[in-house]
Nanobody, 114 residues
């Protein structure tokens, strides 16, 4: 019954920026650690960011320094600000609990041209 709706993806050139949003409904958002994940065609899904209840954040080395996760508990929304995008960032981006706990949403496509 938890619904995750991602938005904000698009086509950008390498070096560009995008801000993704994830609207969460059906749960008490503020009690959950939330994360962003991505999946490129033919590749496994990987996590790219996490934010805890206490607003601590962490990132894998592949995106560290370029991506920033944040949350607005009053709006039940988690964001991913992506800068200095690279072609290898091209993927469908998803949000979920951290670790993943809910049915995956539709994701939002991010395409970075070289």
């Amino acid at each position: 019954q938890v619904q995750l709706v991602e938005s904000g993806g698009g086509l950008v050139q390498a070096g560009g920026s995008l801000r993704l949003s994830c609207s969460v409904s059906g749960t008490i958002f503020s009690i959950n650690a939330m994360g962003w994940y991505r999946q490129a065609p033919g590749k496994q899904r990987e996590w790219v960011a996490v934010i805890t209840r206490g607003a601590n954040t962490n990132y894998p080395d592949s995106v560290k320094g370029r991506f920033t996760i944040s949350r607005d508990n009053a709006k039940n929304t988690v964001y991913l600000q992506m800068t200095s995008l690279k072609p290898e960032d091209t993927a469908v981006y998803y949000c979920n609990g951290s670790p993943p706990s809910y049915l995956w949403g539709q994701g939002t496509q991010v395409t970075v041209s070289s």
